[in-house]
Each structure stands twice: as structure tokens, then as C-alpha cells.
């Protein structure tokens, strides 16, 4: 089946604490993005990759990083979580961002506290 | 920039009503549209979508006309039922950008 997972699903931390948001796709998507979906705001990109080795910061990407070492992963790193990163994540690909008119496949979402 | 204002909600139905949820869009060029839903727990799923004026996309019973002279990408649904309860993005991609999204419009029916 194709899809976009993401892992954790659900998490609780702690400021300061690293972690990883992991985004695995297996539909040879070139694009991959991540965004932020909070209430009232809709969803705002953090950070996006066209193709491996290739990324680039979003709207909203200050306090997080990213790689793309393969085509398949994308993961989402909070280096030091704060509390305003308490969020609802989403991972997105696409098979190219070549046009405004690519259809994006999101994961399931991975809620994320900090506390 | 590029931007998308939807009705706020959330929007009460009761089955078999008729469901409109307004979009409304400023963009400098000539963007593809799209509403995208998102059921409980889940991720965003492509609902429909319009590349050009005067398309209009459908699926499922939702259609919505890409308007450019109102710039305008309204959803609407003959009948709803109670599984169409969801959260709906109206969406606007332009180029190579990201998509833009409205800040969603959450629908409940009861049945």
C-alpha cells in the first residue's frame, strides 16, 4: 500500500530533550516536506526537500532540522524542544513539486508535547 | 504572498442537508486548488482538486468550481452524512511553492 508513515505517533517530553520525528515513504516521491498543524492556523511548513541531499527551510523553521540522506526518509529533528514546539506534525511527499498542481500524501500525524 | 481564507466553523448539519463551505484565495498567478479533508486521528486525504478557471473538481458528492473572477473555490455537498464529519482544508499550490492552506473548517453532522 502506498503511504507516508510516521513515527512516534504520540510522544511526551521534556524541554532540552532531542529528538526524532521519523517519515518513511515508499512511493519514490522526490518531494518531501513537514508541517505544523495548529488551531486556527492551518498547516505551516517547517522545512522541505526536493530530492536527497536537497532541503530547504519553510515558513516556520527555527528550532528545527532536518536531513535527507536517501529518497525514502525525511526525519524532523528537535535538537532542544521548547513548549511553543507542542504541536500536531505532518510528513508529506509528492512524486515532484514541478508544478502547484502535485497532489501531497500525508502520514497519520505524530503529536508531539513538551513539557 | 499567496493566501486562503475559509469559513470559520465549526459548521453543525443535520443528515441530508446541503453543505457549503466558502474558500476564498489571493495568489499572483495562476494556482491549482484543492481541498483536502482530514477524518479524526487521521492525516489529510486529497478530496478534490482544479487546475485551471472554470474546472470544477468532484469526488465523493463534493464538488467545487474554480472561480476566478471571485477568486473563489467553494465546497459544496448535495446531502451529507454523518460519516462526511471531518475537518476541510481548502488548499492553493502555485509553481514550485508549497501549498498554501486555509486554516480549516470543521464539519459535524448529526444524525
Known amino acids: 500500500e502506498a503511504q507516508v508513515t510516521q513515527n512516534p505517533r504520540y510522544l511526551i517530553t521534556v524541554t532540552g530533550k532531542k529528538l526524532t520525528v521519523t517519515c518513511s515513504q515508499n512511493?519514490?516521491?522526490?518531494?518531501m516536506s513537514w508541517y505544523r498543524q495548529d488551531p486556527g492556523l492551518g498547516l505551516r511548513q517547517i522545512y522541505y526537500?526536493?530530492?536527497?541531499?536537497?532541503?530547504d527551510k519553510g515558513d516556520v523553521p527555527e528550532g528545527y532540522k532536518v536531513s535527507r540522506k536517501e529518497k525514502r526518509n525525511f526525519p524532523l529533528i528537535l535538537e532542544s524542544p521548547s513548549p511553543n514546539q507542542t504541536s500536531l506534525y505532518f510528513c508529506?511527499?509528492?512524486?515532484?513539486?514541478?508544478?502547484?498542481?502535485?497532489?501531497?500524501?500525508f502520514g497519520a500525524g505524530s503529536r508531539l508535547t513538551v513539557l | 504572498g499567496d493566501s486562503v481564507t475559509q469559513m470559520e466553523g465549526p459548521v453543525t448539519l443535520s443528515e441530508e442537508a446541503f453543505l457549503t463551505i466558502n474558500c476564498t484565495y489571493t495568489?499572483?498567478?495562476?494556482?491549482?486548488l484543492f481541498w483536502y479533508v482530514q477524518y479524526p486521528g487521521e492525516g489529510l486525504q486529497l478530496l478534490l482538486k482544479?487546475?485551471?478557471?472554470?474546472d470544477k473538481g468532484s469526488n465523493k458528492g463534493f464538488e467545487a468550481t474554480y472561480r476566478k473572477e471571485t477568486t473563489s473555490f467553494h465546497l459544496e455537498k448535495g446531502s451529507v452524512q454523518v460519516s462526511d464529519s471531518a475537518v476541510y482544508f481548502c488548499?492553493?499550490?502555485?509553481?514550485?511553492?508549497?501549498?498554501?492552506f486555509g486554516s480549516g473548517t470543521r464539519l459535524q453532522v448529526q444524525p
Open positions: 488548499a492553493l499550490g502555485e509553481g514550485r511553492r508549497a501549498l498554501t
Open positions: 512511493m519514490n516521491h522526490e518531494y
Open positions: 482544479a487546475t485551471k478557471a472554470d
Open positions: 508529506a511527499s509528492s512524486f515532484s513539486r514541478a508544478t502547484g498542481a502535485n497532489v501531497l500524501t
Open positions: 495568489a499572483t498567478g495562476y494556482p491549482s
Open positions: 526537500s526536493m530530492n536527497v541531499e536537497v532541503t
